[in-house]
């Protein structure tokens, strides 16, 4: 992780919405979020500035949220964050920024969500809205949505770290949901929209269901499998099925199959994350490790469709 050069504080975002766009230059400043592409600072009551930080990917990452979510956001049926202003690079920051609207809620990662059955239907509903065919010119995303053959090295690489930390105690039976997955057949339909980062850090929860999605920098087209993996570790025990439901279309056994290999993905990143914040490493984040666990345990508890 590299991060700026320059110290993000509330003085500087101030100064820069003053430069640019002084008819927000009123309005209080506090931090939301340090993320690790961006960090999020809240202006007034319903809007926030997102500012890279930490990544040389980021400055692309807002340019596609920029160009790709006032379209898209309308048709959804959780709030996102929908792009409003945009920051040029200046003397006093030299990225490109953003302003977007804000959305109230607390990430699923410090708030689970309690609530299965309305969560379920709520993410199911937000999927079935998000998954429609993209463009042409729609964004190739960074590692998502392509077939499950092409992260065979993310895989083993995930698997051997996570066992080395003793954060996975059955391999050869993780190794066999991975496998399953990558003989599913391949998807064929067209690219769909993906949100392509759906962890428990990005989705918002409220009264113990899901009220926001946030974050759409890996915003792409590809496998709809890619975002239904996010059911096993964003919804509690009991809720899977009830997800897969209301979904529509029902997702097929090899869209569920491949699914269950995009889940492991997911888990071994979060899990990974969670320990470096449990050891206190830069970038690490402990309330990541237990959604990933629970993940972990779901998917060595149930057969493949």
Not at 56 to 61: E, T, V
Not at 169 to 184: F, G, K, N, T, Y
Not at 283 to 296: C, E, F, S, V, Y
């Amino acid at each position: 992780m590299t991060h700026t050069e320059i110290e993000i504080t509330a003085a500087l975002v101030r100064e820069l919405i003053r430069d640019q766009h002084p008819d927000l230059a009123d309005r209080p400043v506090s931090l939301g979020a340090r993320g690790w592409d961006n960090q999020l600072w809240r202006l007034g009551e319903d809007l926030a500035v997102r500012l890279p930080w930490a990544t040389g990917s980021a400055d692309g990452l807002l340019r596609k949220e920029y160009a790709w979510l006032p379209g898209l956001a309308p048709q959804l049926p959780l709030p996102t964050p929908v792009p409003q202003r945009w920051g040029e690079p200046s003397e006093r920051f030299p990225r490109p920024w953003l302003v977007t609207t804000w959305v109230p809620g607390t990430p699923a990662d410090r708030a689970p969500v309690t609530r299965a059955e309305d969560a379920a239907d709520a993410l199911a509903a937000f999927l079935t809205a998000l998954h429609r065919p993209a463009p042409a010119g729609a964004p190739a995303g960074r590692d998502r949505g392509g077939p499950l053959t092409d992260y065979v090295g993310h895989f083993e690489g995930g698997l051997a770290e996570t066992v080395r930390l003793g954060l996975v105690e059955d391999p050869d039976a993780v190794r066999a949901i991975w496998a399953d997955a990558l003989a599913a057949p391949a998807w064929t339909g067209p690219a769909l929209w993906l949100h392509g980062d759906l962890h428990p850090a990005n989705v918002l929860t409220a009264d113990g269901t899901l009220c926001g999605v946030i974050d759409f920098g890996d915003l792409c087209a590809g496998d709809p499998a890619c975002d239904l993996a996010s059911a096993w570790i964003l919804l509690p025990d009991g809720a899977l099925d009830r997800f897969h439901r209301a979904h529509r279309p029902t997702p097929d056994a090899a869209t569920l199959r491949r699914a269950r290999g995009w889940a492991l993905l997911r888990a071994f990143g979060c899990l990974l994350i969670g320990e470096a914040g449990l050891r206190g490493r830069p970038g690490g984040k402990p309330t990541w490790g237990p959604p990933a666990h629970a993940a972990l345990r779901r998917l060595l508890a149930t057969a493949h469709p």
